[in-house]
């Protein structure tokens, strides 16, 4: 049984939220003849994955590889479809026109740790459209009273988590936990796993992120995602308050994404 429009919307949703990127594409006029019918839609992922139906046959595998193209220049495109044997090589006649809509992945940004600094810095990410997740291992800290604008909060063991750790590539991670130890912990099982993150950052000093770097590298990981790492987190803005330091990281998450080619960082300085 094909999907219909509900479950196609509810599969978008869920997508959207757990951070992929998808096409959708709708046939939005079609003469008598075409394989599919007006307002048939089908939602195409990177990995070449679908979910409905655009009528099948050999439309529908130049619609595909059409979503492939929009996953690139993720660019939304109107296309006509003429179906006959000049047009895509069908005998049934007609027309189709099929829209084509990029739907981005959500940013996700993932804090490790429930302080102060997460405090400062989610409002300013949740104003530039960021949800986010805040991982601690102390009750106190994680739960609904104290971060009430989390979108999920994980209340366990940092390594632990970060076992079952599946980011996406549109994602953030920072590491400001209320612990050096911690920290490392976090880091290490995150670099082990080599993951396509977009951005990830770890609070500390020069001196202790160095001997930190150091030591994760000297493991070999495959990937060498060590060297990817924004350490000692945040913009260099000269920074000394808590409100400061969120200001740098938010700038500079905000650099990364919008792939500024000079970053001032406090890790490049």
């Avoid at 189709?96 to 992945?105: D, G, R, T, V």
Wanted: hydrophobic share 40%; aromatic share 10%.
């Amino acid at each position: 049984m094909s999907a219909t429009f509900v479950d196609i919307l509810q599969e978008a949703v869920i997508k959207q939220q757990q951070g992929i990127p998808f096409v959708l594409a709708t046939i939005v006029e079609g003469e008598t003849g075409s394989p599919g019918r007006t307002g048939f839609k089908v939602i195409a992922y990177k990995d070449g994955s679908f979910h409905g139906t655009v009528g099948g046959g050999e439309m529908e595998r130049l619609i595909l590889e059409k979503c492939a193209e929009i996953h690139k220049t993720k660019q939304n495109t109107l296309e006509t479809l003429v179906l006959n044997q000049d047009g895509i090589g069908m005998a049934c006649g007609g027309f189709a026109k099929i829209f084509y809509e990029y739907f981005p992945a959500k940013k996700r940004l993932f804090i490790f740790g429930a302080g102060h600094t997460c405090h400062s810095l989610a409002p300013i990410m949740l104003s530039i459209g960021f949800d986010i997740i805040v991982i601690d291992n102390r009750k106190e800290f994680a739960n609904e009273e104290k971060l009430p604008w989390a979108s999920e909060i994980y209340c366990q063991d940092y390594a632990e988590y970060v076992e079952h750790f599946q980011p996406e590539e549109n994602d953030a991670v920072i590491i400001i936990t209320h612990g050096h130890i911690y920290d490392k912990e976090v880091l290490d099982g995150i670099c082990k796993k080599n993951p396509r993150l977009a951005y990830l950052g770890m609070i500390g000093s020069k001196i202790k992120v160095k001997q930190t770097v150091e030591k994760i590298k000297a493991k070999n990981y495959q990937g060498d995602f060590i060297s990817k790492v924004y350490a000692p987190i945040g913009l260099n803005i000269a920074q000394r308050t808590t409100e400061e330091i969120a200001v740098a990281i938010a700038a500079e998450i905000l650099a990364v994404y919008n792939k500024v080619e000079e970053i001032k960082s406090m890790s490049r300085r």
